[in-house]
Structure formats: C-alpha cells, structure tokens
C-alpha cells in the first residue's frame, strides 16, 4: 500500500514558478515509477510526467517541454515537478499517481493516486 499527498500548489502569476511535492509512504515507492497529471475545470485528466523508478529517464506532455522538470529523491520518498513559466492553461488540479512503470502512467494508469493539488496562473 501506497499513500501519495501532493503540496505546492497556489496562485501565481503568468510566466512565474511553482515547485510541486508528492510525498509517499510505503515500502514500494522507491521502486514505482511516478507521474504528474493535472486536470483543468470540464477537461478531462491529462497526463503531464513521470519519472522512472530511479530517476534514470523522464517524460513530458509536449506543451511543457522545456518548461516543467521532473525529479525524485527516493531517500526522503518525494517526487517533484518544477514548473516555470506558467500560463493560464497550466490552470488545473495537478495529482501525482505511482505505477510499476511508466508505460501505464503514460496512458494514464495509475495503481496509487494522491488527492491532488490546485494550480492557479492568473493572465
């Protein structure tokens, strides 16, 4: 059993930074691979990164390429999406979920989800 809390979210202005958290307990994350997905007001989920189970490769959503980065620290049980110059349609509630790899998380599947955490970038 997995359990996922997601922390950092807020309101920033467009063109600024958040960092977000996803802090797990459990004795199987440090061999999980973890994605971010987010999901904006009447959109559906979408996914936006992952991180292999020891931070070898990483995948990105094409509109934040360049822009979001993916890391873990698998000591502290944390992953992280830094995100940098945030627009409007970054605006969403942003989950992290953990699966036995990233294939599934690609496609969305996930077998632990967190409750998610919301991101707001005012124009």
């Known amino acids: 059993q997995v359990q996922l809390v997601e922390s950092g979210g807020g309101l920033v202005q467009a063109g600024g930074s958040l960092r977000l958290s996803c802090a797990a307990s459990g004795r199987t994350f440090s061999n999980s691979a973890v994605g971010w997905f987010r999901q904006a007001p009447g959109k559906e989920r979408e996914f936006v990164a992952a991180?292999?189970?020891?931070?070898?490769?990483?995948f990105y959503r094409d509109s934040v390429k360049g822009r979001f980065n993916i890391s873990r620290d698998n000591a502290v049980n944390t992953v992280y999406l830094q995100m940098s110059r945030l627009n409007p349609e970054d605006t969403a509630v942003y989950y992290c979920?953990?699966?036995?790899?990233?294939?599934?998380?690609?496609?969305?599947?996930?077998?632990?989800w967190g409750r998610g955490t919301q991101v707001t970038v005012s124009s």
């Open positions: 979920a953990c699966d036995y790899g990233v294939a599934n998380l690609r496609i969305g599947v996930g077998r632990y």
């Open positions: 991180v292999t189970w020891d931070g070898a490769a990483t």
